[in-house]
Protein backbone atom coordinates (compact mmCIF):
# COMPACT_ATOMS: atom_id res chain seq x y z
CA UNK A 1 0.00 0.00 0.00
CA UNK A 2 0.98 3.62 -0.31
CA UNK A 3 0.59 6.30 1.73
CA UNK A 4 1.38 9.97 2.07
CA UNK A 5 1.57 12.33 5.31
CA UNK A 6 1.88 15.88 5.07
CA UNK A 7 2.24 16.91 8.95
CA UNK A 8 1.04 20.67 8.50
CA UNK A 9 -2.21 21.51 8.24
CA UNK A 10 -1.17 25.46 7.84
CA UNK A 11 2.48 27.07 7.59
CA UNK A 12 2.94 30.42 7.92
CA UNK A 13 5.75 32.70 6.37
CA UNK A 14 6.59 36.19 6.32
CA UNK A 15 7.20 37.57 2.56
CA UNK A 16 10.76 37.35 1.53
CA UNK A 17 11.46 34.57 3.67
CA UNK A 18 12.04 31.05 2.44
CA UNK A 19 8.99 28.25 2.88
CA UNK A 20 9.60 24.68 3.31
CA UNK A 21 6.34 22.61 3.14
CA UNK A 22 6.76 18.80 4.48
CA UNK A 23 5.57 15.53 2.83
CA UNK A 24 6.97 12.17 3.83
CA UNK A 25 5.55 8.88 2.04
CA UNK A 26 5.01 4.94 1.97
CA UNK A 27 5.37 2.61 -0.77
CA UNK A 28 6.77 -0.76 -1.20
CA UNK A 29 8.81 0.20 -3.83
CA UNK A 30 10.85 2.60 -5.39
CA UNK A 31 7.99 6.10 -5.27
CA UNK A 32 6.75 8.84 -8.14
CA UNK A 33 6.85 11.73 -6.15
CA UNK A 34 4.36 14.67 -6.97
CA UNK A 35 3.40 18.20 -5.93
CA UNK A 36 0.35 20.09 -6.83
CA UNK A 37 -1.16 23.29 -5.75
CA UNK A 38 -4.54 24.34 -5.56
CA UNK A 39 -5.77 28.37 -5.13
CA UNK A 40 -9.00 28.76 -3.55
CA UNK A 41 -11.97 27.45 -5.79
CA UNK A 42 -9.77 25.85 -8.04
CA UNK A 43 -8.66 22.75 -9.48
CA UNK A 44 -5.06 21.19 -8.58
CA UNK A 45 -2.31 22.57 -10.72
CA UNK A 46 0.96 20.20 -11.49
CA UNK A 47 3.87 22.03 -10.19
CA UNK A 48 6.56 19.57 -10.17
CA UNK A 49 7.34 15.76 -9.96
CA UNK A 50 10.47 13.36 -9.09
CA UNK A 51 11.32 10.09 -10.94
CA UNK A 52 14.41 9.28 -10.54
CA UNK A 53 18.04 11.09 -11.02
CA UNK A 54 19.25 14.47 -9.17
CA UNK A 55 17.50 14.31 -5.67
CA UNK A 56 16.88 17.92 -6.35
CA UNK A 57 13.97 18.62 -8.78
CA UNK A 58 12.62 22.00 -9.88
CA UNK A 59 9.32 22.79 -10.61
CA UNK A 60 6.87 25.67 -11.78
CA UNK A 61 7.02 29.14 -10.22
CA UNK A 62 9.92 29.09 -8.62
CA UNK A 63 9.44 25.86 -6.64
CA UNK A 64 11.61 23.16 -5.92
CA UNK A 65 11.54 20.27 -4.38
CA UNK A 66 14.37 17.78 -2.41
CA UNK A 67 13.73 13.68 -2.46
CA UNK A 68 15.47 12.11 0.31
CA UNK A 69 15.15 8.29 -0.01
CA UNK A 70 16.40 7.49 3.73
CA UNK A 71 13.93 9.68 5.71
CA UNK A 72 11.03 8.76 2.87
CA UNK A 73 10.83 12.74 2.43
CA UNK A 74 9.70 15.13 -0.49
CA UNK A 75 9.44 18.61 1.09
CA UNK A 76 8.60 21.42 -1.30
CA UNK A 77 10.73 24.52 -0.92
CA UNK A 78 11.15 27.69 -2.20
CA UNK A 79 14.15 30.37 -1.40
CA UNK A 80 11.86 33.41 -1.11
CA UNK A 81 7.74 33.58 -0.41
CA UNK A 82 5.50 35.69 -2.28
CA UNK A 83 1.68 36.64 -0.96
CA UNK A 84 0.74 35.19 -4.32
CA UNK A 85 1.91 31.35 -3.32
CA UNK A 86 -0.59 31.22 -0.50
CA UNK A 87 -2.85 28.76 -1.48
CA UNK A 88 -3.20 24.69 -0.38
CA UNK A 89 -0.75 22.12 -1.48
CA UNK A 90 -1.14 18.25 -1.78
CA UNK A 91 1.64 16.04 -1.89
CA UNK A 92 0.78 12.97 -3.67
CA UNK A 93 3.11 9.93 -4.03
CA UNK A 94 2.43 6.53 -6.58
CA UNK A 95 4.55 3.11 -6.65
CA UNK A 96 7.07 2.90 -10.00
CA UNK A 97 6.28 -0.49 -10.62
CA UNK A 98 4.31 -3.89 -9.15
CA UNK A 99 1.37 -1.64 -8.52
CA UNK A 100 -1.53 1.02 -9.30
CA UNK A 101 -0.69 3.04 -11.51
CA UNK A 102 -3.16 5.61 -9.44
CA UNK A 103 -1.43 8.45 -7.36
CA UNK A 104 -2.44 9.07 -3.61
CA UNK A 105 -2.72 12.23 -2.17
CA UNK A 106 -2.14 13.90 1.15
CA UNK A 107 -4.64 16.03 3.32
CA UNK A 108 -3.09 19.50 1.98
CA UNK A 109 -1.18 22.16 3.91
CA UNK A 110 -2.43 25.30 3.91
CA UNK A 111 0.46 28.22 3.32
CA UNK A 112 -0.09 31.24 4.36
CA UNK A 113 2.45 34.08 3.30
CA UNK A 114 1.77 37.07 4.84
CA UNK A 115 2.98 40.60 3.51
CA UNK B 1 -3.95 24.58 -25.75
CA UNK B 2 -6.82 23.79 -23.35
CA UNK B 3 -6.75 21.87 -20.54
CA UNK B 4 -9.03 19.47 -18.53
CA UNK B 5 -12.62 20.63 -19.01
CA UNK B 6 -15.07 19.79 -16.96
CA UNK B 7 -19.30 20.79 -16.90
CA UNK B 8 -20.93 21.73 -15.41
CA UNK B 9 -19.06 24.21 -12.46
CA UNK B 10 -21.60 24.46 -9.88
CA UNK B 11 -25.12 22.56 -9.68
CA UNK B 12 -27.36 21.81 -6.47
CA UNK B 13 -29.54 18.56 -6.80
CA UNK B 14 -31.76 17.11 -4.16
CA UNK B 15 -31.12 13.76 -1.94
CA UNK B 16 -32.20 10.86 -4.00
CA UNK B 17 -31.47 12.59 -7.22
CA UNK B 18 -28.87 11.70 -10.29
CA UNK B 19 -26.01 13.32 -11.41
CA UNK B 20 -24.40 13.31 -14.22
CA UNK B 21 -20.79 15.32 -15.06
CA UNK B 22 -18.76 15.82 -17.97
CA UNK B 23 -14.98 15.64 -18.78
CA UNK B 24 -13.05 15.95 -21.85
CA UNK B 25 -9.33 15.80 -21.42
CA UNK B 26 -6.54 17.77 -22.88
CA UNK B 27 -5.90 16.82 -26.39
CA UNK B 28 -3.85 13.59 -26.85
CA UNK B 29 -4.38 12.27 -23.09
CA UNK B 30 -6.18 8.97 -23.66
CA UNK B 31 -6.45 8.32 -19.95
CA UNK B 32 -8.81 10.10 -17.39
CA UNK B 33 -9.21 9.75 -13.75
CA UNK B 34 -12.03 11.10 -11.81
CA UNK B 35 -11.23 12.03 -8.09
CA UNK B 36 -13.63 13.44 -5.53
CA UNK B 37 -12.45 16.55 -2.78
CA UNK B 38 -13.91 16.97 0.42
CA UNK B 39 -13.77 20.04 2.55
CA UNK B 40 -10.19 19.79 4.23
CA UNK B 41 -9.15 16.53 2.35
CA UNK B 42 -7.05 15.64 -0.46
CA UNK B 43 -8.83 14.56 -3.56
CA UNK B 44 -9.66 10.92 -3.20
CA UNK B 45 -9.32 8.55 -6.11
CA UNK B 46 -12.82 7.07 -7.80
CA UNK B 47 -12.07 5.80 -10.94
CA UNK B 48 -9.27 5.80 -13.92
CA UNK B 49 -10.37 4.74 -17.73
CA UNK B 50 -8.30 4.19 -20.79
CA UNK B 51 -9.10 3.49 -23.73
CA UNK B 52 -12.82 3.05 -22.74
CA UNK B 53 -11.69 0.24 -20.20
CA UNK B 54 -12.04 0.77 -16.66
CA UNK B 55 -8.14 0.29 -15.04
CA UNK B 56 -9.04 1.03 -11.34
CA UNK B 57 -12.14 2.14 -9.04
CA UNK B 58 -11.36 3.71 -5.51
CA UNK B 59 -13.63 2.46 -2.68
CA UNK B 60 -16.52 4.12 -3.34
CA UNK B 61 -20.10 2.46 -3.60
CA UNK B 62 -22.04 1.21 -6.38
CA UNK B 63 -23.64 4.33 -6.73
CA UNK B 64 -20.90 5.71 -8.48
CA UNK B 65 -19.80 4.71 -12.11
CA UNK B 66 -18.55 6.01 -15.19
CA UNK B 67 -17.56 5.71 -18.69
CA UNK B 68 -15.30 6.87 -21.23
CA UNK B 69 -16.29 7.49 -24.82
CA UNK B 70 -14.38 6.81 -28.33
CA UNK B 71 -13.08 10.79 -27.99
CA UNK B 72 -11.72 9.99 -24.57
CA UNK B 73 -14.24 12.26 -23.11
CA UNK B 74 -15.72 10.89 -19.96
CA UNK B 75 -18.76 11.08 -17.87
CA UNK B 76 -19.43 10.48 -13.85
CA UNK B 77 -22.63 8.77 -13.02
CA UNK B 78 -23.86 9.68 -8.98
CA UNK B 79 -26.93 7.20 -8.51
CA UNK B 80 -29.38 8.05 -5.05
CA UNK B 81 -27.63 11.29 -4.24
CA UNK B 82 -27.03 11.81 -0.42
CA UNK B 83 -26.03 14.83 1.54
CA UNK B 84 -22.69 12.89 1.74
CA UNK B 85 -22.08 13.40 -2.11
CA UNK B 86 -21.61 16.87 -1.85
CA UNK B 87 -18.27 17.91 -2.87
CA UNK B 88 -15.81 19.19 -5.89
CA UNK B 89 -15.49 16.25 -8.28
CA UNK B 90 -12.24 16.37 -10.51
CA UNK B 91 -11.26 15.29 -13.76
CA UNK B 92 -7.82 14.36 -14.38
CA UNK B 93 -6.13 13.42 -17.38
CA UNK B 94 -3.10 12.06 -18.76
CA UNK B 95 -1.28 10.81 -21.77
CA UNK B 96 -1.74 6.94 -20.27
CA UNK B 97 -2.01 5.81 -17.11
CA UNK B 98 1.22 6.24 -14.78
CA UNK B 99 2.37 9.24 -16.64
CA UNK B 100 1.78 12.67 -14.99
CA UNK B 101 -2.17 13.91 -14.09
CA UNK B 102 -3.13 17.29 -14.92
CA UNK B 103 -6.37 18.29 -13.44
CA UNK B 104 -9.39 20.06 -14.09
CA UNK B 105 -10.98 23.37 -12.48
CA UNK B 106 -13.69 20.84 -10.91
CA UNK B 107 -17.24 20.63 -10.87
CA UNK B 108 -19.04 21.97 -7.35
CA UNK B 109 -21.96 19.71 -6.17
CA UNK B 110 -24.24 20.76 -3.75
CA UNK B 111 -27.07 17.66 -2.37
CA UNK B 112 -29.75 19.03 -0.18
Known amino acids: AQSVAQPEDQVNVAEGNPLTVKCTYSVSGNPYLFWYVQYPNRGLQFLLK??????LVKGSYGFEAEFNKSQTSFHLKKPSALVSDSALYFCAVREQSGGSYIPTFGRGTSLIVHP | DAGVTQSPTHLIKTRGQQVTLRCSPI?????VSWYQQVLGQGPQFIFQ???????GRGNFPDRFSARQFPNYSSELNVNALLLGDSALYLCASSLEPGNTIYFGEGSWLTVV
Open chain 1, 50 to 55: YITGDN
Open chain 2, 49 to 55: YYEKEER
Open chain 2, 27 to 31: SGHKS
